[in-house]
Nanobody
């Protein structure tokens, strides 16, 4: 079992920054990817970023603004979000998986097995 607990969401003005954290406990899959996804009301869950042992992948919509990182010693993945835009407003979810992936193969939500509860990020204009 894997439990993922997120923190760091909140309300910020456009142009501001937030850092999301996701702490994993239980059985983790350090050799495999952890990812961030987001979902706005009425929209499909969208890939944001993922990190595996050999790859880092970031969605084009956030490239250059968001950075994913991982502290394996703390079993924690982070999403540093800079230059936030109103369109970044969504519930952000972290996830991990039992299967190996790399690159584009880490971007599909359906391939992830464990999900956090989600944390709301709201960016005001």
């Amino acid at each position: 079992q894997v439990q993922l607990v997120e923190s760091g969401g909140g309300l910020v003005q456009a142009g501001g920054s937030l850092r999301l954290s996701c702490a994993a406990s239980g059985r983790t899959f350090s050799d495999n990817a952890m990812g961030w996804f987001r979902q706005a009301p009425g929209k499909e869950r969208e890939f944001v970023a993922a990190i595996s042992r050999i790859s880092v992948t970031t969605a084009n919509s956030v490239k250059g603004r968001f950075t994913i990182s991982r502290d394996n010693a703390k079993n924690t993945v982070y999403l540093q979000m800079n230059s936030l835009k109103p369109e970044d407003t969504a519930v952000y979810y972290c996830a991990t998986r039992s299967s190996y992936c790399a690159g584009v193969g880490c971007t599909l939500a359906r391939d992830y097995d464990y999900w956090g509860q989600g944390t709301q990020v709201t960016v005001s204009s």
